[in-house]
């Protein structure tokens, strides 16, 4: 499970980050199916917060992380998420936070908030396990909300292939003000067909 947040200054015990800059990700892990929660390891304590994990294998886990500058980095473990490396910056300021879904082809898809214009939700597609992502060929999904107050997509892929995608947005040129949940559905073609493949 994600945890982010500010580190107490008077916690005494682990984790003991050397330096601790800003808020802290970590990652928690349950043996008796969520009744407890404990072994915490570190991602990051350099300003992340808002984070999404997606395991691969069972070793090897992404996680695309919120900066405190508004962008998204991504960070890799390949022990199971003790150790970390990273960031490999992802997007730009006011672009965030991002969520990972690994489609049925094997490319890996993120989805992050986009309160720049087009301000909505834009997504873009790694094709080598998440080593190297494609920014120059993003994808919008929803561009028409009325201001930044919007995003937090979640993503999902059905059995029959298609995408799901859930965000918020404050408005938008068709609602006005009001605050929507908005349901994207697309295939993995239509995305492709899209990004101009």
Known sequence: MSMYGIRDPDWEGA????EVTGDIVGLVR?????????DF????GKSQNETTFLP?????????SRTGAGSV???ESLDGGYMWQGPLPLTQGSQHPADLVRLQSGRILLVHGNRRAPIGVCSMVSEDEGKTWRYDDRVMLAWDSNNGDCGYPSLVQLDDGTIVMLYYSVGTAQFGGDEL??????T??????AMGR
Do not use: M, N, Y
């Open 41 to 44: 390891s570190l991602v990051s």
């Open 181 to 186: 949940c908005v349901c994207v559905r697309f």
């Open 30 to 38: 349950s043996k008796d199916h969520g009744a407890t929660w404990t």
């Open 56 to 64: 691969l294998d069972d070793r090897r886990i992404l996680a695309a």
């Open 73 to 75: 980095t991504l960070f």
């Open 15 to 18: 984790p003991e980050p050397a």
């Open 188 to 193: 993995e073609q239509q995305w492709l067909d």
